[in-house]
């Protein structure tokens, strides 16, 4: 996939003429648990020439694909995507902390990155989680048999929920470090479960798992509470040094 990917992004930049900054995969298999069937989330940053800014109306800021049987394609343009960083949008935090990467230009993670601790609102990180959480309790894990897919998207949520309201950083995008919030008794569940799920297909069920499904149950409770009493710092200079981004990206796009 990887060759048609980096096709893809080349004729999205030729066609809408625009400059990809950066482009990376965004769903399970950046998380660390795909199913063999589980299809490419390539999400992308891009830019378009300076002139495209100075204009009184602001133009289309995304750009979205039909998705097909393999690729899921989409993106966010640049100031866009900064305004949602700062706003603490998880899922850009996620996009910037992606173990695969399909295409990075102008060094866009590494300039970032030193602005994501203090543009990251603990509080609004908490809530997206618990809000995937509380999806995944209420609606998908309540029966006798449930899918493995959303037993591990509700398990990912709980765990990034608790780095928050435990560790109070920015929780990481993958699995791996996640789990290790797991208590002991769980892991050796978890193991099995994430050994059939990497042979099993997007839609396979398993017998609900008591103890683990307990486990989100307690959590989102404990997230709950937590959330009320979490501390919000406020990084007042997060706004002005975005902006210094923004102009130096812009201003090297098409020189560059």
Same mark, same amino acid.
């Given at each position: 996939?990887?060759?048609?990917?980096?096709?893809?992004?080349?004729?999205?930049?030729?066609?809408?003429?625009?400059?990809?900054?950066?482009?990376?995969?965004?769903?399970? /298999?950046?998380?660390?648990?795909?199913?063999?069937?589980?299809?490419?989330?390539? /999400?992308?940053? +891009?830019?378009?020439?300076?002139?495209? +800014?100075?204009?009184?109306?602001?133009?289309?800021?995304? @750009?979205?694909?039909?998705?097909?049987?393999?690729?899921?394609?989409?993106?966010?343009?640049?100031? $866009?995507?900064?305004? *949602?960083?700062?706003?603490?949008? &998880?899922? *850009?935090?996620? =996009?910037?902390?992606?173990?695969?990467? +399909?295409?990075?230009?102008?060094? !866009?993670? &590494?300039? *970032?990155?030193?602005?994501?601790?203090?543009?990251?609102?603990?509080?609004?990180?908490?809530?997206?989680?618990?809000?995937?959480?509380?999806?995944?309790?209420?609606?998908?894990?309540?029966?006798?048999?449930?899918?493995?897919?959303?037993?591990? +998207?509700?398990?990912?949520?709980?765990?990034?929920? /608790?780095?928050? =309201?435990?560790?109070?950083?920015?929780?990481?995008?993958?699995?791996?470090?996640?789990?290790? @919030?797991?208590? &002991?008794?769980?892991?050796? #569940?978890?193991?099995?479960?994430? %050994?059939? $799920?990497?042979? %099993?297909?997007?839609?396979?069920?398993?017998?609900?798992?008591? %103890?683990?499904?307990?486990?989100?149950?307690?959590?989102?409770? &404990?997230?709950? %509470?937590?959330?009320?009493? @979490?501390?919000?710092?406020?990084?007042?200079?997060?706004?002005?040094? *975005?902006?210094?981004? !923004?102009?130096?990206?812009?201003? #090297?796009?098409?020189?560059?």
């Amino acid at each position: 996939m990887l060759p048609r990917i980096q096709t893809a992004l080349r004729q999205l930049e030729a066609t809408h003429g625009i400059r990809i900054l950066y482009a990376c995969e965004s769903g399970s /298999r950046a998380w660390g648990f795909p199913s063999p069937d589980s299809d490419f989330d390539v /999400r992308f940053i +891009y830019c378009h020439p300076p002139d495209w +800014y100075l204009t009184l109306d602001e133009g289309r800021d995304t @750009l979205n694909f039909p998705v097909d049987d393999e690729l899921d394609l989409a993106g966010w343009e640049l100031r $866009k995507a900064l305004r *949602l960083l700062r706003a603490s949008n &998880a899922a *850009l935090f996620e =996009w910037l902390q992606s173990p695969v990467l +399909y295409h990075e230009a102008l060094d !866009f993670r &590494a300039r *970032l990155a030193p602005l994501m601790p203090a543009a990251f609102n603990l509080k609004a990180g908490l809530h997206h989680y618990l809000g995937q959480l509380r999806h995944g309790v209420e609606d998908d894990l309540n029966g006798d048999e449930i899918r493995l897919k959303r037993l591990f +998207y509700a398990l990912r949520s709980a765990l990034a929920a /608790r780095w928050i =309201w435990s560790q109070h950083t920015l929780p990481p995008m993958e699995f791996a470090p996640l789990r290790e @919030l797991l208590p &002991a008794g769980l892991q050796g #569940e978890v193991d099995e479960l994430l %050994a059939r $799920k990497a042979d %099993a297909n997007e839609k396979t069920t398993v017998p609900s798992p008591t %103890a683990l499904v307990g486990f989100l149950q307690t959590e989102l409770a &404990a997230g709950q %509470a937590a959330r009320e009493l @979490l501390a919000v710092p406020r990084h007042g200079r997060v706004a002005e040094e *975005l902006d210094v981004v !923004f102009r130096a990206l812009i201003s #090297e796009a098409f020189t560059r």
